[in-house]
């Protein structure tokens, strides 16, 4: 076979293609436990970070000892021993303030215990924004209605806009905001402008981002779906008419 044959630059490419994807697949069938892990240390490191419980200097895993995750059915508001997250439930269209057209029947909560006593419980949120759909966490204190902590782990919304969700001052104004008014409607919400802490209703209002009004709206609508009746408004009212979080 001569050096230029065709039939010889088709072998030599062949094999390179086969050696390479060999090496492709060696690597990712030999990380792929790796990166599982490294997934769920950076779910937990999140969990940590929106509950305002994160330590950088100390190990994910070591922080995460007091975090328990149990699996919640919406629709009873009782805890439920199999997750059954694959099972979608399709929201009817005028429950939909998230945007998202279904969820799982039944959603992972995260409780933070200390000596049998709640301290936090950490449920995750998520809905449309203006261009992506929002992924995030709400902590709640143990009256389930005062914010302890908040904020997302993946977003798309724009750099310097939508993406100001991201900022930590901005962040720093939810703990302390109450979800639930006495008849326990969820109040909880972003204005458009600053909140005036005279208002009556300052206590449920967090302060708007300017340019980004659309992102906003949707955090405000995410909240009012997951922690409305559609979402864990159920679960958390069984909590506090004396449920407890243990079975
Ligand atoms: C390229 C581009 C990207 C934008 N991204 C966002 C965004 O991520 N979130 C958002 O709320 N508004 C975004 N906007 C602005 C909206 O179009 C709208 O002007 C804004 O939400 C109004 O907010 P304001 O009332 O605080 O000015 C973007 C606008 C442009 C031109």
């Known amino acids: 076979m001569s050096r230029d044959s065709t039939r010889k630059v088709l072998t030599v490419a ?3 293609c086969l050696v390479c994807s060999i090496f492709v697949s060696v690597a990712a069938i030999g990380l792929k436990d790796r990166q599982e892990q490294n997934q769920e240390e950076e779910k937990r490191r999140n969990i940590l970070q929106i509950a305002r419980l994160y330590d950088p200097a100390r190990s994910v895993d070591e922080q995460f000892k007091k975090v328990s995750s149990r699996s919640v059915d919406l629709a009873s508001g009782q ?5 059954d997250a694959g ?3 399709a929201i009817p269209p005028a429950k ?6 279904v969820r799982p029947r039944s959603m992972e ?7 049998g006593s709640l301290q936090q419980i950490i449920l995750p ?5 203006l261009w992506s759909t929002m992924y995030g966490f709400i902590a709640l204190a143990p009256d389930l209605t005062t914010v302890s902590g908040f904020g997302f782990y993946q977003h798309g919304e724009t750099p310097g806009l939508g993406g100001e969700i991201d900022n930590r001052n901005w962040l720093a104004r939810w703990p302390g905001k109450r979800v639930y008014n006495e008849q326990g ?12 802490a005279t208002h009556v209703e300052a206590a449920y209002q967090v302060d708007g981002l300017s340019g980004a009004t659309l992102t906003a709206r949707g955090v405000s609508n995410l909240l009012a779906y997951w922690l409305g009746e ?7 009212a069984g909590l506090r008419q004396g449920g407890g979080v243990r079975p």
Do not use: H, M, W
Request: hydrophobic share 45%; charged share 25%.
């Open 87 to 89: 099972s979608l439930y």
């Open 14 to 16: 062949f094999l390179v």
């Open 125 to 129: 949120v998520y809905g449309k924004g």
């Open 185 to 196: 409607e969820v109040k909880l919400r972003v204005l458009k402008g600053p909140v005036d």
């Open 79 to 83: 805890f439920t021993a199999a997750s």
């Open 96 to 101: 939909d303030f998230a945007g998202i057209k």
């Open 230 to 236: 559609n979402g864990y408004q159920p679960f958390l």
């Open 109 to 115: 909560v995260y409780l933070v215990e200390e000596e």
